[in-house]
């Protein structure tokens, strides 16, 4: 175990202290630095203080937890690993992450799982436990965004726009949405007790992690949202 | 050096803010440091910064700060100035020579009020009078550029990292009540001294990370009552579109921010509050070009308070948090945090949603 103090490196200085020997670090006092723990394999990170933009970008095989809130682009493209985060997120997380998971406690902004994608068995996961604003799961392609409203407020689950552009890939909302509007191309349905299986696992670590009751939550009604093809594009292009 | 238009840099930028609603004053040196953590936002070609309520013993003049290329620009200004306004007091902005900022035009201020005289014969309100005159300077007088022009209030900006522009023109030295600052990473236009945040007219200052798509059309629409853009640079047309609304047409902030920020047809259609959704309706049919169209998020600065807004999509991130009377607004939460670790309720608007900060009435 490692303890870095952060408050004065940026974010090159901080990233070389992190490819160290250790596997275990923590970043203390962070203020903002971008990139933290990109493209980095095979380290436990602990962050203290407010990680900076594009937190764990490409990540491969790291875990990363982030005891207050994190900024904008949260695992941009990650490929595999976790990223735990305490507080909440701001816009565009998980921006194009084709595998791993990023686990969120509170909120998320703008756009969260915006272009998310899945191959074979790289499934990218996302789970937001308050609300999350407009446009989220944008032109989604594949993965799973799972939110649960858990907020204490009356904001709704989420903002305006959802699965504007969505492809590919599942979204699970807690609740039955009726005052939310989707766009043409999806089907918003209630989920049916199979497709609980599809996430028990995650919303078990999820719970674990927060300590919630994984029970108590899938005893709630959960509106499961699909793009009704597989190829939304196909009339525009020349069949080959 | 080549100037707007005779080049072009495709290529982000930092705000933020901090206000007092008791209006106690807060020294320049925090807005500065905020601008650290977010070094990486910018790229040294512009960093700025207004402060409110830094001229107390002045507050009944327009402060006007200017950059001049020459001696000789400056006295033919000055002389033009004379012929307009009383200048109760006029000086070098002072400045510390340090090596991140260099080729520095000249930089002064005059504290003035306009003539009487002038204001009966010419029929104009004050502030319509000092407008004219600083869209006139600005248009007109090559080499001279007021870069501020409002009373107990006032911009510094120049080329280079906001950081260092905080240290180059001493602001730990002015006491205000609400500061804006911004940090430069520009789009479209070269970095020169007027070009850098923020932007001004009268007591109005706009500090703006984004790069807005509908600046031409917007600009074709303000120029028709008397503005004119004389930087190509997207952020000059949004200061003058906040003083047409709020101080021309006499909207309120929240309606100003329906205008530029308008939501789609189809989520006023869908608004169960029939008098909001006849409001957003009307504010959208009376003023279509003054729609702000591409990724925004700005601070407006004004007497006594500030508004923060993102565009429709959101298209920039914005954070807000407090901490007893002050209220801090950011493009990072690091930065908000670098100004008060402490900091409560930290969250991020929604676009299209303004954050009105105002100081208590009777304490600015």
Redesign the interface.
């Known amino acids: 175990m490692q303890i870095i103090d952060a408050a004065n490196l940026d974010?090159r200085t901080l990233n070389e202290a992190l490819r160290g020997a250790e596997t275990d670090y923590i970043a203390k006092d962070?203020?903002?630095q971008?990139f933290i723990a990109a493209g980095m394999s095979d380290i436990n990170l602990t962050i203290e203080?407010?990680p900076?933009?594009t937190l764990g970008a490409y990540l491969n095989n790291a875990n990363i937890t982030v005891n207050a809130?994190a900024?904008?682009a949260v695992g941009d493209t990650m490929n595999e690993g976790k990223i735990l985060i305490h507080g909440?997120i701001?816009?565009a997380a998980g921006y194009a992450m084709r595998g791993g998971k990023i686990y969120v406690k509170g909120n998320a902004?703008?756009r969260a799982g915006i272009h998310m994608k899945a191959y074979k068995d790289k499934i990218p996961v996302m789970i937001i436990g308050g609300y999350a604003?407009?446009?989220l799961g944008e032109y989604q392609a594949g993965g799973v965004i799972i939110v649960l409203g858990l907020h204490k407020d009356n904001k709704r689950i989420v903002?305006?726009f959802p699965c504007t552009g969505m492809h590919g890939g599942k979204m699970f909302l807690r609740g039955r949405c009726e005052d939310i509007?989707f766009p043409k191309q999806v089907t918003a349905r209630r989920a049916a007790p199979d497709e609980f299986d599809e996430i028990r696992e995650y919303l078990s670590e999820y719970c674990s992690d927060f300590s919630y009751s994984a029970d108590e939550l899938l005893s709630d009604p959960f509106t499961v949202v699909t793009p009704d093809s597989k190829n939304p594009y196909k009339q525009m292009y020349v069949a080959n | 050096m080549k100037l707007e238009g005779q080049v072009r840099i495709p290529s982000g930028c930092a705000i933020s803010a901090a206000i007092s609603k008791n209006g106690n004053k807060m020294s320049g040196e925090m807005i500065t440091n905020s601008m650290k953590p977010m070094h990486d936002r910018s790229n040294g070609l512009g960093g700025g910064f207004a402060g409110y309520g830094i001229y107390p013993e002045y507050k009944d003049f327009y402060a006007f700060h200017m950059f001049f290329d020459s001696r000789g620009t400056r006295k033919e200004c000055e002389a033009f100035l004379k012929e307009r306004f009383e200048i109760v007091h006029s000086e070098i902005i002072p400045t510390r020579k340090i090596p991140a900022i260099t080729n520095e035009p000249i930089i002064w201020r005059y504290f003035a009020a306009p003539l009487k005289s002038v204001l009966v014969s010419l029929q104009l309100d004050e502030k319509e009078f000092v407008a004219k005159t600083v869209i006139k300077i600005n248009a007109e007088m090559s080499g001279a550029y007021v870069f501020s022009s409002g009373k107990n209030m006032g911009a510094f900006k120049a080329v280079g990292f906001p950081e260092d522009v905080g240290v180059f023109y001493k602001l730990e030295e002015y006491e205000g009540y609400s500061w804006t600052a911004h940090g430069r990473y520009p789009t479209n236009t070269p970095g020169w001294w007027g070009g850098a945040h923020p932007f001004t007219l009268l007591d109005y200052s706009v500090v703006h990370n984004g790069e807005i798509s509908s600046y031409d059309a917007n600009r074709r629409f303000i120029e028709m009552f008397g503005y004119k853009c004389t930087l190509q640079t997207d952020t000059e047309v949004i200061t003058y579109i906040m003083d047409y609304l709020l101080r021309v047409q006499g909207l309120t902030l929240g309606e100003a921010a329906s205008v530029i920020a308008a939501p789609f047809w189809s989520t006023i259609a869908a608004k169960t509050d029939f008098d909001d959704q006849k409001k957003h309706t009307y504010l959208r049919t009376m003023f279509p070009s003054l729609l702000i169209t591409g990724p925004f998020s700005i601070v407006l600065g004004f007497e006594g308070g500030l508004m923060a807004l993102n565009d429709r999509l959101k298209l920039r991130s914005m954070v807000v948090g407090e901490k007893d009377d002050r209220v801090f607004i950011s493009s990072e939460e690091a930065a908000i945090r670098s100004m008060e670790p402490n900091a409560e309720n930290i969250w991020s608007p929604a676009g299209g949603e303004p954050v009105v900060v105002k100081v208590k009435e009777g304490a600015f």
């Open positions: 974010y962070c203020r903002g971008r203080g407010i900076g933009n809130n900024q904008d909440n701001g816009d902004g703008y604003g407009s446009f903002g305006n509007s």
